[in-house]
């Protein structure tokens, strides 16, 4: 299957400070990406869908202004976490739509875990 | 809207038995239906998919799924569980229209005892 890579794998922060997520589709073009969080013991929670050259579709209670969606490419994305407060902290998982896919195929990247001090 | 509903938090299972673990769903149109495992600190891996055709998908790891659409259900089940099948499960859907959208279970956290 087609691989989705994030980067970093985990990082620390101080709390104040913003932090970039990349979500990459390495052998395969996505116009489609989607942003999940997790909290431990819980369920995947979308939170916004990202799209290739235009502005990305936040979920309902999602600020858009303290979790900024890039999408430059067919291939990347990013989610960066502003002014980042401990209640940020959390695992991100993004996905991406293949975009050769018939029935729309979304890969899951190994997510990122952040943790605010 | 869609939605999916795992009823069962936990589930445990004695080594050798089979295992279910169970999945409602909600979505306008035809769905497209999914099941995930996640290990502690680690990422989705893909267990398996239905998508058209026939209704039981079997997947990896000697899972295999039923779907049944008048019980609008996508069991999850294996024949005979591994200790090394405990981890948390989830049960996704995604709808054939509203923009691609995957939308998660809660999870249930499968136990195998030895």
């Known amino acids: 299957g087609a691989v989705v890579s994030q980067h970093p794998s985990w990082v620390i922060c101080k709390s104040g400070t913003s932090v970039k997520i990349e979500c990459r589709s390495l052998?395969?073009?996505?116009?489609?990406m989607f942003w999940y969080r997790q909290f431990p013991k819980q369920s995947l929670m979308l939170m916004a869908t990202?799209?290739?050259?235009?502005?990305?579709?936040?979920e309902q209670g999602v600020e858009k202004d303290k979790f900024l969606i890039n999408h430059a490419s067919l291939t990347l994305s990013t989610l960066t976490v502003t002014s980042a407060h401990p209640e940020d902290s959390s695992f991100y998982i993004c996905?991406?739509?293949?975009?050769?896919?018939?029935?729309?195929?979304?890969?899951f990247g190994p997510g990122t875990r952040l943790t605010v001090l | 809207a869609q939605s999916v509903a795992q009823p069962e938090d936990q589930v445990n299972v004695a080594e050798g038995n089979p295992l279910t673990v169970k999945c409602t769903y909600s979505?306008?149109?035809?769905?497209?239906l999914f099941w995930y495992v996640q290990y502690p600190n680690r990422g989705l891996q893909f267990l398996l998919k239905?998508?058209?055709?026939?209704?039981l998908v079997k997947g990896s790891y000697g899972f295999e799924a039923e779907f049944n659409k008048s019980q609008t259900s996508f069991h999850l089940k294996k024949p005979s569980a591994l200790v090394s099948d405990s981890a948390l499960y989830f049960c996704a859907v995604r709808a054939v229209t509203g923009g691609f959208k995957t939308i998660f279970g809660a999870g249930t956290r499968l136990f195998v005892k030895a």
């Open positions: 239905y998508i058209t055709g026939d209704n």
């Open positions: 990202s799209n290739e050259g235009s502005k990305a579709t936040y």
């Open positions: 052998d395969f073009q996505a116009t489609t």
């Open positions: 979505v306008s149109g035809n769905p497209y």
């Open positions: 996905s991406a739509r293949d975009d050769r896919s018939s029935y729309n195929e979304q890969f």
